[in-house]
């Protein structure tokens, strides 16, 4: 039995909810990296008796159309599949519903879910530092529930909420970030960018291809990537407002 880390995260959020679930639950973890544009997912080999953990974030209460397609590349062969949407505090809404369809479609079997919570990839002051100490705790305790049930054979598919959408997942237009006199042109957010949406020769993004997801920011060594400051101080206000209870972890098994 070998286990798998199947993350998009592209601000590295969601990747950190991720990994404290993995080595909770096993010591060696195989990580595939859904933000590659470039990878063949096609070509992974899954069997039964396998361990799948399938985390994205919640963007707009839906799973990002980038990781539906590149997860829609890999075949299940009905290995058990850990989910886990991971949000910015404000709501998850169909993300969960629609990760526990597209991982059927793609032949997984889903025996847990998780609807965990990390800083918000835009507004980064919303969920600020989580997940924290406290959600350690509360991941790792889940971890052992969800072991329970790999342990004992149990395969039902768990109840989660939200529906399933109806039509594709899109993108805010108009939201790619911007770049200052700071920019080195070093092409680094080309480079890793999830959806090839930056020009590798001007450095510029295509609003159309764009996702919002906010990894030209993290990455850019010069820190000239930002959004644009009339949107940042209004979003963060209007998210503040949304967001200011903390939520919690949930499971469903």
Avoid: W
């Avoid at 790792?140 to 342990?151: D, F, L, R, S, T």
């Amino acid at each position: 039995m070998k286990f798998y880390e199947i993350t998009f995260s592209p601000t590295g959020g969601t990747k950190k909810a991720a990994d404290i679930l993995s080595h909770s639950l096993s010591e060696e973890i195989l990580e595939v990296d859904l933000c590659d544009r470039n990878a063949d997912f096609s070509k992974i080999a899954l069997n039964e008796n396998d361990i799948v953990l399938i985390a994205v974030p919640s963007y707009g209460g839906r799973v990002p159309q980038a990781a539906i397609d590149r997860l829609g590349a890999i075949t299940g062969e009905n290995a058990r599949a850990v989910l886990v949407c991971v949000y910015g505090n404000r709501a998850y809404d169909d993300t969960l519903a629609e990760l526990l369809n597209v991982s059927c479609k793609s032949g997984f079997r889903p025996i847990a879910a998780v609807a965990a919570l990390a800083e918000h990839s835009i507004a980064r002051k919303v969920a600020a530092g989580r997940p924290d100490a406290e959600d350690e705790t509360c991941l790792k305790a889940m971890a052992v529930q969800i072991h329970e049930k790999i342990v004992s054979e149990d395969t039902a598919v768990p109840s989660v909420l939200g529906k399933i959408p109806e039509n594709p997942s899109r993108s805010m237009p108009g939201m790619a970030p911007d770049a200052s006199s700071d920019r080195v042109k070093c092409g680094l957010c080309a480079e890793k960018c999830p959806v090839g949406a930056i020009d590798p020769v001007s450095m510029n993004p295509d609003n159309k291809k764009c996702i919002s997801c906010m990894r030209c920011i993290s990455v850019c060594p010069a820190g000239a990537k930002k959004m644009g400051r009339v949107f940042t101080s209004l979003g963060g206000v209007a998210l503040g407002v949304l967001c200011a209870n903390r939520k919690e972890y949930e499971l469903f098994l």
